[in-house]
């Protein structure tokens, strides 16, 4: 069976991006980033799914500066949107509800719900593994705020659904390969992902940039961070719409490269028909 890691633990919201995104593989949990990345480095798994940002909190921490590094590439993308449910022992009355247990995140898209009801928040490690510690807990006051999957794993009981305060609320993941696929796929156009440095000469970045804008290359993603802890030290991360043998991209990739120092394609995928809903 083909496999794809995820960090976190079962039932958490990756292990639901993989099973939305790649039903017939089996999921493996791991326990930090960089174990999904080793997972598929190693041969022990087939894919990697990695969230990159949220649409209400912004880019996932250190995601960026390890995606160079991992060896991988990007193959596909998944947006998945973020449900927050109200898990608890089974049996129990929502009125009985006293304290909810969640990432600290969690508790703050659920504030509204929460404060309504009266409910005290307990901060955990991740959202999956609160799930697992009220059912073991098992103190009928106590609920978990997770997804549906993760109450389906560890026997809760959802008594309120999607109790998040803003709707739209969706997860980005990209899906990483060590074997790159350039080829032209999906319904909703390509999309390119790549990282540089400029050159150290006035201007530099005003000028890379040029080539995208003079060529009507759409570049949806610019984002900067410091690498090996040096504050003159600046990698960019870039997406852009387009796939490198368009003719249109290819002359901004062109022009990009008298500009920069090092220029690294992480991947060439399809877009997710959501990223346009």
């Keep these: 069976m083909t496999r794809i890691a995820f960090q976190g633990e079962p039932g958490a919201y990756s292990h639901q991006a993989c099973r939305e995104a790649r039903p017939t593989y089996e999921a493996v949990p791991c326990r930090t980033f960089e174990d999904a990345i080793d997972a598929v480095r190693s041969g022990e798994a087939d894919l990697a799914m990695l969230p990159v940002e949220n649409s209400t909190y912004g880019r996932v921490a250190d995601i960026h500066s390890l995606l160079p590094e991992s060896g991988l590439h990007i193959v596909d993308e998944a947006f998945v949107r973020v449900h927050i449910n109200l898990l608890a022992l089974p049996g129990t009355p929502i009125e009985q509800i006293t ?131 040096s504050f003159t030290a600046t990698q960019f991360f870039a997406e852009i719409e387009g796939h490198p043998d368009d003719a249109d991209v290819a002359r901004a990739l062109e022009e990009l490269t008298y500009f920069t120092s090092t220029l690294t394609i992480l991947g060439t995928y399809p877009a997710d028909p959501r990223r346009h809903t």
Excluded: W
């Design 99 to 229: 304290e909810a247990m969640s990432h600290t995140v969690l508790l703050g898209q659920c504030r509204d719900f929460l404060r309504s009801r009266s409910i005290t928040t307990l901060t955990a490690a991740d959202t999956a593994g609160s799930a697992r510690q009220v059912a073991a807990d098992g103190i009928p006051a106590r609920a978990a705020l997770a997804s549906e999957l993760a109450g389906e794993i560890y026997g809760l009981e959802v008594l309120a659904r999607h109790i998040e305060d803003h709707d739209r609320n969706t997860t980005r993941f990209l899906i990483m390969s060590a074997t790159p696929d350039h080829s032209r796929r999906g319904t909703s156009g390509m999309m390119t992902s790549f990282v540089f440095r400029v050159r150290n000469i006035p201007a530099a970045l005003y000028k890379a940039m040029g080539g995208f804008a003079t060529n009507g290359v759409n570049m949806t993603k610019l984002e900067s961070y410091m690498i090996n802890g």
